[in-house]
């Protein structure tokens, strides 16, 4: 207990109550948690945990053990992943009761709990069950707005929904069935229901789904941003979020095919054992080569999920359904998966470029929302489109990056090499403005972030521009942001009155620094 150790009882006392407090105030604040709004594109979104079992192996060979259990930290034996993907089926109007609800929070709720108190260095059991708690109260009453195992958007279906969510006569489709090349579609025009049949749709375009690959931030798990990567997959995209199992986040299970299970805690550098010893640096590389490895398996999960093996796969994750998996046949874009990652998971999504597109690397481009300052330098060896979106904290907040200068500058010329990539600050934002937080417990997040952008505004904003890069990538023309000229070359580096903005479509304010050229 070297919590326990380290402590006088009073500093415990002081901790002690100060937690109790904090505990108090979450809970009697929880009423004033909101819950997550409808995704923002015209699908509906499918939402489904899904764990594999990979090729097991150490990444890197690193043999690094962890002190406390002897086990090896940088094992690759299973992926997981939570896949948002576009569906028929909408959810239930609120209040009503969402029978396969995914709850927002990982279940066990104890695992995040502890996790996050391990994060803060508390090891005092008593202690962590007041995380886990805050967590209960904050966080228990909010389900992800999506259909967990819902099918896949067919194919006649996505061709004949338009962006609005809509087909002509039809309204808002509700429902959807297929058979023998004839489909039954009901939908709400008004207050009426409206029945429409549709002949013949083996002959309409048959398409496949761009596909996206996210990456959480240090602290962060795969549903901390499942508002933006919801709406993603609403537009028309396959998103797997990985949760990461290279000591990142707080807290996470792998579940080995052969029923056993290993807990993977919050990883830092005092909790290793190597010889030689590891340093700081060489912990974020080995964390960065680990997440590479997960990114790597995704893709290969995609092609595995395309091939038609979805039918067949086994389900690691506990309490998770497959059925849809199968559905999946045939309806993946392999030449267009795009690598996206916020904070810790965007300097691995643009470490992931280096050597892409090849076959081993088939990325189309990638997304890098709040680049870290402090996971280690950034690749520059980038040949696809890149966009970087920063939050107004991230820009303003400047600080030196490994020896190259300010952040900002390393960030505008390493977009500005690619020739093909944009860099845009999004004003009035913080650093978890993209995550889920802002959405959930919007006054706790102003206050403490002091962002004056509303919450689901800057939500929409990250959402719409990322959407606008994916479908420039599928060389779908649009007129947001990102076809608008640089407003400010020199960001915080330059003069107050060199900083223009552009609009955005929700009414936010863009800085654009780099734009792309071609
Ligand atoms: C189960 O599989 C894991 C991973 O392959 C292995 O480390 C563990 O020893 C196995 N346990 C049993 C009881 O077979
Ligand atoms: C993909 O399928 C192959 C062959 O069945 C299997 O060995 C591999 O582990 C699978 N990988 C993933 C990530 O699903």
Same mark, same amino acid.
């Given at each position: ?13 002081? /901790? ?10 979450? /809970?009697?604040?929880?009423?004033? =948690? ?6 923002? @594109? ?27 259990? @002897? ?11 939570? *896949? ?12 009503? +009761?969402? +029978? ?23 090891? /005092?059991? +008593? ?15 909010? #389900? ?40 039954? *579609?009901?939908? =709400?025009?008004? %207050?009426?229901? #409206? ?50 199992? %290279?000591?990142?986040? +707080? ?17 830092? *550098?005092? %909790? ?92 189309? &481009? &990638? ?10 330098? *950034? ?8 966009? #970087? ?6 820009? %303003? ?82 007129? &947001? ?22 609009? @955005? ?14």
């Amino acid at each position: 207990m070297p919590f326990f150790r380290r402590l006088s009882p009073r500093r415990l006392m002081i /901790f002690g109550s100060a937690f109790v407090l904090f505990g108090f105030f979450a /809970f009697s604040l929880a009423p004033i =948690t909101s819950p997550l709004p409808r995704y923002t @594109g015209p699908h509906e979104v499918g939402v489904l945990d899904v764990e594999v079992e990979v090729e097991p192996r150490l990444v890197n060979g690193n043999e690094a053990v962890l002190k406390e259990t @002897g086990e090896r930290a940088f094992e690759l034996s299973t992926l997981a992943v939570t *896949l948002y993907y576009p569906s028929t089926i909408p959810p239930p109007a609120p209040g009503q +009761p969402q +029978p396969y609800a995914r709850p927002w929070l990982p279940q066990p709720i104890s695992l995040i709990g502890t996790g996050y108190a391990r994060l803060a260095r508390v090891y /005092f059991p +008593p202690l962590q069950a007041l995380f886990t708690f805050t967590m209960w109260a904050l966080g228990s009453s909010t #389900v992800i707005p999506g259909i967990v195992d819902a099918p896949l958007l067919s194919q006649s279906q996505k061709t004949l929904l338009d962006e609005s969510g809509g087909i002509s006569g039809l309204g808002r489709v509700t429902e959807a069935e297929e058979s023998d090349g004839r489909m039954e *579609l009901r939908g =709400t025009k008004g %207050d009426k229901t #409206v029945d429409v049949n549709v002949q013949g749709i083996d002959n309409l375009l048959k398409e496949k789904f761009p596909c996206v690959v996210f990456t959480h931030g240090m602290a962060g798990m795969s549903q901390s941003y499942s508002h933006y990567l919801g709406s993603i997959a609403s537009h028309g995209y396959v998103v797997a979020a990985i949760e990461h199992r %290279d000591g990142s986040g +707080p807290g996470t299970i792998v579940h080995h095919p052969n029923g056993t299970e290993r807990r993977v805690w919050h990883l830092q *550098l005092a %909790d290793l054992s190597a010889s030689p010893a590891m340093t700081a640096a060489d912990l974020k590389v080995a964390q960065l080569a680990f997440r590479e490895a997960e990114i790597h398996e995704t893709v290969q999960l995609f092609q595995n999920l395309t091939a038609g093996h979805g039918a067949t796969l086994t389900n690691l994750k506990p309490d998770s359904p497959s059925s849809s998996l199968a559905g999946f046949k045939d309806r993946l874009d392999m030449d267009a998966i795009t690598v996206a990652g916020h904070s810790y998971g965007a300097t691995g999504a643009l470490q992931a470029l280096k050597c892409a597109p090849s076959a081993d690397v088939p990325f189309n &481009g &990638g997304i890098a929302l709040d680049p870290g300052k402090g996971s280690g330098p *950034l690749n520059h060896a980038i040949e696809v489109p890149t966009l #970087v979106l920063q939050s107004g904290e991230w820009t %303003d907040k400047q600080t030196q990056f490994y020896d190259q200068g300010w952040h900002f500058a390393v960030v505008r010329d390493l977009v500005a090499a690619t020739r093909k990539g944009w860099f845009l600050t999004l004003r009035g934002t913080a650093h978890p403005s993209v995550t889920d937080a802002p959405l959930i417990v919007p006054w706790i997040m102003r206050l403490v972030t002091g962002t004056t952008l509303n919450a689901e505004v800057a939500l929409r904003e990250y959402i719409d521009v990322s959407v606008d890069f994916l479908q420039v990538l599928q060389r779908v023309r649009n007129a &947001g942001p990102l076809t608008r000229p640089v407003s400010s070359p020199e960001g915080p580096l330059g003069e107050v009155q060199d900083r223009g903005t552009v609009e @955005g479509s929700s009414g936010g304010e863009w800085e654009v620094h780099v734009v792309s050229e071609v």
